[in-house]
């Protein structure tokens, strides 16, 4: 059965989409059949962040409207065959999804797909409702800042009281904190929240750290997800995510600082 | 000057503006789930539907009631209804 998981986090601009395509095609790079749907309806960035917006022909909303079939709608990634994109449309139509209509596309996706990765939008509205309704497992994406930690928490309060686990009374989604943007130097000098006291608020089980890095803006200036930057500090830790996800135990990295040698410390610099 | 920052620094640093921050967190976080839980979804719809009754029968004003769902110790919860009634708006 495939795992729904759904990458979402309340406030806007965390990193959702950058996680989403990072996390998408490393879980196919290890062999696992991936389909990554873009439920931002009306602001499709995806397809973009993965480098296929000009191979869209048709979208989610086509799929359920019945324009089209899913695998007409569905893009093949250039870089891995077993992973496939399932766009957002550009229209406004917001009220193209329900909890049917998506329930029919995921069901039909999972029997085919190992994971279905649902990258959700901005906000509390119904598209991010839909979102997460048939999660499984959630990736609750945060930088380490006031305003995005509270949001994550009132999505914690969404995934327990409106998901279809919860309505169903099954066991709830897995929950997953994914830390991005962290600088362990601000964190330091006592000008960012620790991990340690984003997971004291939070309380949910750590899944990654990604620290700030200027990768990751190279990788959607490319269209080429984070993960394939193997020498960066953000691709690496992109990759323990990945494989943490797939059951295996590994450190966390990228926690501290590099050390500034002692003459920089004396003189400055 | 960097020397002299370096052994200052310690010093000046004792609330920094993370702690700050994660001390407002805790509480307003703290807040918000208590009002979640104590807030089912239904507890708007169920307040203006038990006015809707009341005021087929009685005269009640928004400001002389009350409605409170209060989870107790263990699975016991307690709804609890506090209307005023004022004796010159009874019907009868």
Same mark, same amino acid.
């Given at each position: ?15 959702? $989409? ?122 609750? $994406? ?87 930057? $193997? ?17 295996? $135990? ?20 | ?92």
């Amino acid at each position: 059965m495939a795992r729904v998981i759904v990458v979402t986090s309340g406030k806007g601009g965390v990193g959702k $989409t950058t996680s989403s395509a990072a996390i998408g095609l490393g879980l196919a790079l290890k062999g696992n059949k991936v389909v990554l749907i873009d439920f931002d309806i009306g602001l499709r960035n995806l397809d973009l962040i993965m480098g296929c917006e000009r191979r869209v022909v048709y979208d989610f909303v086509n799929v359920i409207n019945g324009e089209a079939t899913l695998n007409q709608a569905l893009i093949k990634d250039k870089r891995v065959s077993s992973l496939s994109i399932l766009p957002a449309s550009q229209t406004r139509d917001k009220d193209a999804l329900n909890k049917e209509n998506v329930g029919k596309v995921l069901e039909d996706l999972g029997k085919i797909y190992d994971f279905i990765v649902c990258d959700s939008p901005a906000g509390i509205e119904a598209g991010a409702m839909m979102a997460l309704y048939y999660a499984d497992e959630a990736i609750v $994406t945060t930088n380490p800042e006031v305003s995005s930690v509270r949001d994550s928490d009132r999505i914690l309060g969404m995934l327990a009281s409106r998901s279809r686990r919860a309505e169903l009374g099954l066991e709830p989604i897995k929950e997953h904190l994914l830390l991005t943007r962290y600088s362990p130097k601000r964190v330091e000098e006592g000008e960012m929240l620790s991990v340690e006291d984003v997971e004291d608020i939070l309380s949910i089980p750590l899944l990654g750290v990604i620290p700030e890095s200027q990768a990751v803006l190279k990788a959607s200036n490319a269209g080429e997800p984070v993960i394939l930057d $193997t020498m960066s500090d953000a691709g690496k830790a992109y990759q323990d995510v990945v494989d943490r996800l797939l059951g295996e $135990t590994i450190d966390f990295r990228f926690l501290v600082a590099e050390k500034k040698g002692i003459f920089s410390r004396m003189f400055g610099g | 000057m960097a020397l002299l920052d370096y052994f200052t620094r310690k010093k000046e640093k004792q609330v920094t503006t993370a702690s700050k921050a994660k001390e407002r967190l805790q509480i307003i976080v703290a807040h918000e789930r208590n009002s979640r839980n104590k807030q089912p979804d239904y507890l708007p719809q169920l307040t203006q539907d038990i006015l809707q009754v009341l005021r087929k029968y009685i005269k009640v004003s928004d400001e002389s009631f009350s409605i409170n769902l209060d989870k107790k110790e263990g699975d016991l919860n307690v709804l609890e209804l506090n209307i005023e009634l004022h004796d010159e708006n009874n019907s009868n």
